[in-house]
């Protein structure tokens, strides 16, 4: 009989992809678990049967080696680094980390030696997702290099002796081609090198249900249940849940009106609910509450906080009319990516404050009185509860919505400029895009997650000088690769059909107007998009920018993507976009329609 021994380790550096190394060994098959760099330095992770170090967000150059160098030199079995991990590694056993001139986002190629214990079995030419700005310059003694990009020349390395791997880039995210397979190659190494080998870890959805029906009705006890239904896939998947742990009448689901759902949403969420059964949904209008306190307010992460401050108070104030009792349980849909990014592990850096973890949130968490059944899952793993639940597959294969809705996604500005001469990275930016286009910095800032840590820097945008409209994705978005990893006050590029002189930075506040217009171009592009398969989200955003009648000018931001951990730029056809396009303008106030060519990372989904 196997023996089981201690699972693989994934110490969490505060990479952001930290936990998908580790869902990806469990989907596997085996055992992982995120350990912190503590347990490390402090030798818990001595019986582990491999350790993975993962990413972080800052450099290594930084880290005081001198409490983990002597654990990793000494552990036995096979440990894998990736990204910081890797130079982490470079450095403890000697190699050189140098700060790259080239920093690298997104895709890349890298050429691998395919008799390295990694790529056992791969192709040698192959496309992988980066997200670094440092790099290892020169192996240690008694490693040699096992694959290279065209600006990495250490893009993975391997020890002599076979037990040490390591890679610049993320092979645990969806869109590195054989990130599964290479994650395979090192499981397999660890069980070779596991006295008794290792006990499979049984992972399956139906497992995980009922983990969590079990962990709901521990948590609530004999208390009701208050829920925020927002009418996405989260809170509908924790709705079922808690109905199935606990029983209907003690799951009290409110719907607040924020103001900022999209057209006609507040009452299609009530009627979905009918149409699943459930009766005892409690509306609340508080867009009144919601517009006062947001005015005036620019700042993403200000909104964020005021958003996330009001879904506590209001609710409150609903739970009082519900009378309901003081003693109540708040359960929430927070998934595993939503924690990740609001910083919520050790070392993590904050992207963005989640609605669900703002601090009024927190001190409830802090409480004890807060439940979050699909906090260690992925969207697409909640989708497969919801399938397992029985709910309709149009609600579960709804496109993600944010919490705070549409006003993320109005870029405010209180002043009015000329766009020209604005920025002095504006001659390195003409450099960098080739003959055919032309480009400009905005003076507008979207959220970006570079190296695993925020930005929060200005959009390029780029327009073909002979203004053809026709696009061709593939070039447009190497030009915006190229445009991010080389200016450092960039982390987002768009393209425009037109030139940009026909554009300028005007006022733009969080008001019931803006937000109409918003909702009306929203639901008139997704209706427009429908048949575009592939299309995992496609906020719609809207800037700042005006052309010379006043009309408003608005992003679409189309992408692909498994997790939201990741999401590459999706290709709209360009006939279908010509047509969106076309449809968009039509609408009174609105002007230049850009398109977002930015993949995750350098740049989150959502603006702010
Ligand atoms: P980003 O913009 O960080 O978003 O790449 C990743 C995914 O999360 C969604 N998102 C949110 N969802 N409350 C939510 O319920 C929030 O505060 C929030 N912020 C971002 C976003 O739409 C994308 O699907």
Same mark, same amino acid.
Request: with cysteine; net charge negative; glycine share 10%.
């Given at each position: 009989?196997?023996?089981?021994?201690?699972?693989?380790?994934?110490?969490?550096?505060?990479?952001?992809?930290?936990?998908?190394?580790?869902?990806?060994?469990?989907?596997?098959?085996?055992?992982?678990?995120?350990?912190?760099?503590?347990?490390?330095?402090?030798?818990?992770? #001595?019986?582990?049967?491999?350790?993975? /170090? %993962?990413?972080?967000? =800052?450099? !290594?150059?930084?880290?005081? +080696?001198? &409490? *983990?160098?002597?654990?990793?030199?000494?552990?036995?079995?096979?440990?894998?680094?990736?990204?910081?991990?890797?130079?982490?590694?470079?450095?403890?056993?000697?190699?050189?980390?140098?700060?790259?001139?080239?920093?690298?986002?997104?895709?890349?190629?890298?050429?691998?030696?395919?008799?390295?214990?990694?790529?056992?079995?791969?192709?040698?030419?192959?496309?992988?997702?980066?997200?670094?700005?440092?790099?290892?310059?020169?192996?240690?003694?008694?490693?040699?290099?096992?694959?290279?990009?065209?600006?990495?020349?250490?893009?993975?390395?391997?020890?002599?002796?076979?037990?040490?791997?390591?890679?610049?880039?993320?092979?645990?995210?969806?869109?590195?081609?054989?990130?599964?397979?290479?994650?395979?190659?090192?499981?397999?190494?660890?069980?070779?090198? #596991?006295?008794?080998?290792?006990?499979? /870890? %049984?992972?399956?959805? =139906?497992? !995980?249900?009922?983990?969590? +029906?079990? &962990? *709901?009705?521990?948590?609530?006890?004999?208390?009701?249940?208050?829920?925020?239904?927002?009418?996405?896939?989260?809170?509908?998947?924790?709705?079922?849940?808690?109905?199935?742990?606990?029983?209907?009448?003690?799951?009290?689901?409110?719907?607040?009106?924020?103001?900022?759902?999209?057209?006609?949403?507040?009452?299609?969420?009530?009627?979905?609910?009918?149409?699943?059964?459930?009766?005892?949904?409690?509306?609340?209008?508080?867009?009144?509450?919601?517009?006062?306190?947001?005015?005036?307010?620019?700042?993403?992460?200000?909104?964020?906080?005021?958003?996330?401050?009001?879904?506590?108070?209001?609710?409150?104030?609903?739970?009082?009319?519900?009378?309901?009792?003081?003693?109540?349980?708040?359960?929430?849909?927070?998934?595993?990516?939503?924690?990740?990014?609001?910083?919520?592990?050790?070392?993590?850096?904050?992207?963005?404050?989640?609605?669900?973890?703002?601090?009024?949130?927190? &001190?409830?968490?802090?409480?004890?009185?807060?439940?979050?059944?699909?906090?260690?899952?992925?969207?697409?793993?909640?989708?497969?509860?919801?399938?397992?639940?029985?709910?309709?597959?149009?609600?579960?294969?709804?496109?993600?919505?944010?919490?705070?809705?549409?006003?993320?996604?109005?870029?405010?500005?209180?002043?009015?400029?000329?766009?020209?001469?604005?920025?002095?990275?504006?001659?390195?930016?003409?450099?960098?895009?080739?003959?055919?286009?032309?480009?400009?910095?905005?003076?507008?800032?979207?959220?970006?997650?570079?190296?695993?840590?925020?930005?929060?820097?200005?959009?390029?945008?780029?327009?073909?000088?002979?203004?053809?409209?026709?696009?061709?994705?593939?070039?447009?978005?190497?030009?915006?690769?190229?445009?991010?990893?080389?200016?450092?006050?960039?982390?987002?590029?768009?393209?425009?059909?037109?030139?940009?002189?026909?554009?300028?930075?005007?006022?733009?506040?969080?008001?019931?107007?803006?937000?109409?217009?918003?909702?009306?171009?929203?639901?008139?592009?997704?209706?427009?998009?429908?048949?575009?398969?592939?299309?995992?989200?496609?906020?719609?955003?809207?800037?700042?920018?005006?052309?010379?009648?006043?009309?408003?000018?608005?992003?679409?931001?189309?992408?692909?993507?498994?997790?939201?951990?990741?999401?590459?730029?999706?290709?709209?056809?360009?006939?279908?976009?010509?047509?969106?396009?076309?449809?968009?303008?039509?609408?009174?106030?609105?002007?230049?329609?850009?398109?977002?060519?930015?993949?995750?990372?350098?740049?989150?989904?959502?603006?702010?």
């Amino acid at each position: 009989m196997r023996q089981a021994i201690a699972s693989i380790a994934v110490v969490d550096f505060g990479g952001q992809y930290t936990h998908l190394i580790c869902r990806g060994i469990r989907r596997a098959g085996y055992r992982a678990d995120v350990r912190s760099v503590g347990e490390l330095a402090a030798g818990a992770l #001595a019986e582990c049967a491999g350790m993975v /170090l %993962s990413g972080g967000p =800052d450099s !290594v150059l930084a880290f005081d +080696l001198s &409490a *983990i160098a002597g654990r990793i030199r000494g552990f036995p079995r096979p440990v894998l680094g990736i990204c910081y991990g890797h130079q982490l590694l470079a450095r403890i056993f000697g190699g050189l980390v140098v700060t790259a001139c080239a920093r690298e986002y997104g895709l890349t190629t890298i050429t691998a030696g395919t008799d390295a214990v990694l790529f056992r079995g791969l192709p040698p030419v192959q496309r992988v997702w980066m997200s670094h700005g440092d790099h290892v310059e020169t192996v240690p003694h008694g490693f040699t290099v096992t694959a290279s990009t065209d600006t990495v020349p250490v893009a993975a390395m391997e020890s002599a002796e076979g037990l040490i791997y390591s890679v610049q880039f993320h092979p645990e995210v969806v869109h590195t081609e054989h990130g599964a397979a290479m994650l395979g190659n090192f499981i397999r190494a660890c069980l070779d090198a #596991a006295p008794a080998g290792m006990e499979e /870890l %049984s992972w399956s959805a =139906d497992a !995980v249900r009922d983990e969590i +029906l079990g &962990a *709901i009705r521990t948590q609530a006890g004999e208390r009701p249940l208050l829920l925020l239904v927002s009418g996405g896939v989260d809170s509908l998947v924790c709705l079922g849940l808690c109905i199935e742990a606990v029983g209907s009448g003690r799951v009290h689901a409110v719907h607040i009106d924020t103001g900022f759902m999209r057209a006609n949403e507040s009452r299609e969420v009530a009627e979905h609910l009918v149409e699943l059964g459930y009766h005892n949904l409690h509306v609340v209008d508080a867009s009144d509450r919601y517009f006062s306190s947001l005015k005036g307010v620019i700042n993403p992460e200000e909104k964020r906080s005021i958003i996330g401050r009001l879904f506590v108070e209001v609710l409150r104030d609903a739970v009082e009319a519900l009378g309901v009792g003081p003693d109540w349980m708040l359960v929430q849909g927070t998934i595993y990516p939503d924690r990740i990014e609001t910083g919520g592990t050790e070392r993590a850096d904050r992207i963005k404050t989640h609605h669900n973890r703002v601090s009024q949130i927190q &001190a409830l968490i802090d409480q004890g009185r807060v439940i979050e059944p699909l906090a260690d899952l992925y969207k697409h793993e909640v989708r497969h509860l919801g399938v397992l639940l029985g709910l309709p597959p149009h609600l579960v294969q709804r496109q993600p919505f944010p919490g705070p809705g549409l006003a993320v996604r109005v870029v405010c500005s209180d002043t009015a400029i000329p766009l020209s001469g604005f920025d002095r990275e504006q001659a390195s930016l003409s450099g960098l895009i080739g003959p055919d286009l032309d480009g400009l910095v905005l003076p507008v800032r979207s959220v970006g997650v570079q190296g695993d840590a925020r930005t929060y820097c200005h959009p390029a945008m780029v327009w073909y000088r002979d203004r053809r409209s026709r696009p061709d994705w593939q070039v447009l978005k190497a030009v915006a690769a190229r445009i991010v990893n080389a200016l450092s006050t960039v982390n987002r590029v768009v393209w425009s059909a037109r030139p940009a002189g026909h554009v300028s930075l005007g006022v733009c506040m969080l008001d019931r107007r803006r937000i109409d217009l918003l909702q009306e171009v929203d639901a008139a592009a997704r209706d427009a998009a429908a048949g575009e398969r592939g299309i995992w989200q496609m906020p719609v955003v809207a800037l700042p920018l005006f052309d010379h009648e006043g009309n408003q000018a608005f992003v679409l931001r189309p992408v692909s993507s498994r997790d939201a951990m990741t999401a590459d730029v999706f290709a709209m056809d360009p006939a279908v976009f010509e047509a969106l396009r076309a449809r968009l303008q039509a609408i009174e106030g609105v002007g230049p329609i850009l398109y977002d060519l930015t993949t995750k990372p350098p740049g989150t989904i959502e603006w702010e």
